[in-house]
């Protein structure tokens, strides 16, 4: 396994819209390896395939609680079947905005279809977490990232801070 770089804004991949995969071998099983990785040491607890560069329809996740045992997941060409009418706000944060947090509204329940770690069709309902991260991740798919869901006005300080960080971090470095 190895670690991979994970992208910040504003790299113009992460508005990419991803392309599905194929099939589920073992190219893509050492991407989806990587991703965890990369995922468990930034910490995070969901990361999108093109946050690493590679523009595909894949999603890694682990929403194990501190203490719990790993609870790793793969979601391979996912799609929402249904989305509930109810809505849910919930703060949000990403790997690729890094040390900026918000609240979004998403539906509160959804639907999944996905191919797991071995290729298999697996259906299931999301709620609460779950559902919250998948949608999250399920946008980078699409191009979207959280702050696309905030106003102009917080997405562009959002956008600003992440540059300024990014400019003082290089300027330290050299
Ligand atoms: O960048 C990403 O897509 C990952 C993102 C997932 C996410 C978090 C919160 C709501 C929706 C989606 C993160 O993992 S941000 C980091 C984070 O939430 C976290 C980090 C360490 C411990 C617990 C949470
Ligand atoms: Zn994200």
């Not at 990361?47 to 999603?59: E, F, N, S, Y």
């Not at 959804?110 to 697996?122: A, F, P």
């Not at 399920?138 to 300080?157: K, P």
């Amino acid at each position: 396994m190895a670690l991979r770089e994970i992208i910040t804004v504003p790299n113009p991949l992460l508005k990419k819209v991803s392309k599905p995969v194929e099939q589920v071998d073992d190219e893509l099983r050492v991407l989806m390896d990587d991703m965890l990785e990369t995922m468990y040491a930034a910490p995070g607890i969901g990361l999108a395939a093109v946050q690493v560069g590679v523009p595909r329809r894949v999603i890694v996740m682990d929403l194990a609680r501190e203490g719990e045992p790993p609870q790793p997941r793969y979601f391979v060409n996912p799609e929402i079947t249904w989305r509930s009418d109810q809505l849910a706000v919930r703060e949000e944060g990403c790997l690729s905005v890094p040390d900026i947090y918000d609240e979004v509204e998403r539906p509160a329940q959804v639907g999944l279809r996905y191919m797991d770690y071995h290729g298999e069709t697996v259906e299931e309902d999301a709620e609460g977490l779950l559902a919250v991260c998948i949608q999250h991740e399920m946008d980078h798919l699409e191009g979207v990232l959280f702050i696309d869901h905030l106003s102009r006005l917080n997405r562009d300080r959002a956008v600003a801070k992440v540059k300024k960080a990014a400019k003082d971090g290089a300027e330290k470095a050299a």
